[in-house]
């Protein structure tokens, strides 16, 4: 299928690795130009130096989402060096924790307010810088990235901030669908990325079990009966980002190799 995204322009946050270096690879293999937007330097750097061995123009933009004038100077700079922005990809997130509180005697009120400060209000910041732009060109695709604790209880924090994303998405879908933008919204489970090898060490020997032991442990909640990979919901995610798409917007796409028992319609 030609998901007709050559010559697109997409930025993504959080694109210096996981899921969200996955798609950027995936966009520009795809014959889109891509800004990789992320707080550390040097793994931009690198970042930028393997999505451009696919060939396309990548630009690479310290950001910080917690800060709105770093989001527009983002934005900005995207328009110059690439002549506009058609796609965002929404990816940059605070690294989920595993073990974190879920009694409410635990739960503080400063976790809640970084989780809504770099997922909720990141998000919404990068869309209303870019949405002005779809709007004047008549097109543009809007791809968050959440979680599936969006759906299921056992992380107080994770659900109530992938909800509110959820929610925003729709929002913003009803909004801008009349101007050609869609807006998804796509709940990643836990994915295997660069930091799982240190995770499956780490669960090993909490457990004390073997690796292979921890990673199916770790990977045990799904209908597949493994960890998805980055790339895999990356393909997801590139689908929503292409003219192929229309037919979806508003709507949450679970991309966590199915969770089994529970029927969701």
């Not at 527009?72 to 990816?91: F, K, M, S, T």
């Amino acid at each position: 299928m030609d998901l007709q995204l050559s010559g697109k322009r997409a930025i993504i946050t959080g694109g210096s690795r996981g899921i969200g270096l996955a798609v950027a690879k995936a966009l520009a293999a795809e014959g889109a130009d891509v800004v990789l937007a992320a707080r550390g330097h040097a793994e931009l750097d690198l970042a930028r130096a393997a999505v451009e061995e696919l060939g396309h123009k990548v630009m690479a933009i310290p950001t910080d989402t917690n800060d709105d004038s770093s989001v527009q100077a983002l934005v900005a700079a995207a328009v110059e060096g690439l002549g506009g922005v058609d796609i965002l990809i929404n990816a940059a997130a605070r690294a989920a924790t595993p073990g974190s509180p879920r009694m409410l005697a635990d739960l503080r009120d400063e976790d809640l307010r970084a989780e809504i400060e770099t997922k909720v209000l990141g998000c919404l910041r990068t869309a209303r810088a870019v949405a002005p732009l779809m709007v004047q060109q008549g097109w543009g695709r809007i791809v968050n990235v959440s979680g599936l604790a969006a759906l299921n209880a056992g992380n107080t924090f994770g659900s109530m901030r992938n909800v509110a994303v959820a929610a925003m998405t729709k929002n913003l879908a009803d909004e801008l669908g009349a101007a050609g933008v869609n807006v998804t919204v796509v709940h990643p489970a836990l994915t295997r990325t660069e930091r799982t090898p240190a995770l499956i060490d780490a669960t090993a020997a909490a457990r004390g079990t073997t690796l292979g032991e921890a990673e199916a442990l770790l990977g045990g909640g799904s209908t597949i009966g493994r960890m998805v990979t980055a790339e895999e919901v990356a393909d997801v995610i590139v689908f929503l980002a292409s003219p192929r798409s229309v037919a979806i917007t508003g709507d949450a796409i679970p991309v966590g190799g199915g969770t089994p028992g529970p029927i969701r319609y």
